[in-house]
């Protein structure tokens, strides 16, 4: 399995379906604790340099239910937006949690600036 974690269509495949997986059955959302375990062991592989700042915001910030649609997201800006956020556009589609994510990174200067 870690082999396909390093091809990026399996393992886009594998994250989309670890979310329905991890979370309980008849719930719509994903427990929080649960969420920031999946996000641990899935990008521990792929790395993702702002996963434990993402994970520290939410039990800071946060502290509910992840949604279908933040864990779809959090891929996607992870895969696209540079972990200095250089290319990161605030006028785009992203959820709230995600805009909100990027004032927490800008407001403790987590990011350096170049």
Known sequence: MRSELKDEQKFREIYNF??????????KSLALDTAIGMWQLLFA??????????CQFL????????SRDTWSQLLEFART???????????????YLIDEFVDYLNENDIIQKR
Do not use: C, M, T
Not at 18 to 27: L, V, Y
């Open 59 to 66: 039990q800071a910030r946060h502290n509910k239910a992840i």
């Open 81 to 95: 937006v540079d972990p200095v956020l250089s290319n990161y556009d605030a006028e785009g589609a992203w959820p």
């Open 45 to 54: 592989e792929k790395q993702w340099p702002l996963v434990d700042h993402w």
């Open 18 to 27: 670890a979310f329905g997986w991890a979370k309980e059955k008849g719930q």
